[in-house]
């Protein structure tokens, strides 16, 4: 027998708290258990000022972070629309029903003028990471390296082109330079560089958007300026180190 639901529950009070509608098993409930954010106050100190109006708490800022990259929000416009109406995230930050949710420019304000020329993002990676450590889940038996190309916002149509040298010559110049320094070290004459030898020059393509990226090619159809993101990793998936480089730079 078809059955038709009564929507009058949505009007109807309840005593209840935001702990008791977040399961037991929620991602966001087993962070909070492991993972005391405390520490992220020394980190960031420096960076506040003892004057002015009272800033959002820098936990609140990197908890939003958190919440984005954990459950794959594609940015931080999105993150804070789903914070609102989320009833688990608004538990990790600590936000009751009725607190209002900060707006999403907050995040991007407080990262270019506090953020932006600071090591704070690495300082709590490194952080977190020394807790993994001590905790025995890393392991030092194996580890893995690998990139991925991340796309820049650029068009790949608008670009200036320059001459640079040569990669390759620029290698052999830091290993004749290395040898030499060895030999000089053993008393033995450093090796007569040939300086009159011909200096290639490659022409790369500089975004006009992006500058610090790189034109990247992948076949005639793929072709884009982006970064690379070389990342290293042990036998149980904890990330030990990343960086970003240009998507022109060769990952060997």
Not at 2 to 21: C, E, P, V
Not at 30 to 55: M, Q
Not at 175 to 192: M, Y
Not at 198 to 218: H, M, T
Request: net charge negative.
């Amino acid at each position: 027998m078809m059955s038709k639901n009564n929507t009058n529950g949505r009007n109807q009070f309840a005593m209840l708290t935001i702990d008791d509608l977040v399961p037991q098993d929620h991602l966001v409930r087993k962070i909070d258990a492991v993972l005391d954010f405390e520490f992220i106050y020394p980190i960031v100190e420096a960076t506040c000022s003892d004057l002015g109006r009272p800033s959002i708490d820098p936990v609140i800022l990197t908890k939003l972070v958190f919440i984005q990259y954990l459950f794959g929000i594609r940015s931080m416009r999105q993150t804070i629309k789903e914070v609102d109406t989320n009833v688990a995230y608004r538990w990790f930050l600590g936000y009751s029903f009725e607190e209002k949710i900060p707006h999403f420019s907050t995040f991007g304000k407080n990262y270019v003028r506090r953020f932006r020329e600071t090591t704070v993002f690495e300082d709590i990676f490194a952080y977190i990471l020394e807790q993994a450590v001590k905790a025995g889940f890393v392991t030092e038996d194996n580890l893995y390296l690998d990139s991925t190309h991340i796309k820049a916002n650029a068009n790949k149509h608008k670009f200036t082109k320059e001459m640079t040298h040569d990669e390759a010559k620029a290698y052999q110049d830091e290993l004749e330079d290395e040898i030499n320094r060895q030999r000089i070290e053993a008393g033995k004459r450093p090796f007569t560089l040939d300086l009159e030898k011909e200096v290639k020059l490659k022409e790369r393509k500089i975004s006009k958007a992006d500058p610090e990226s790189g034109y990247n090619v992948k076949g005639e159809r793929e072709k884009q300026f982006a970064y690379s993101a070389h990342t290293s990793c042990d036998d149980n998936g904890f990330i030990l180190s990343t960086i970003i480089t240009p998507g022109n730079i060769h990952d060997s």
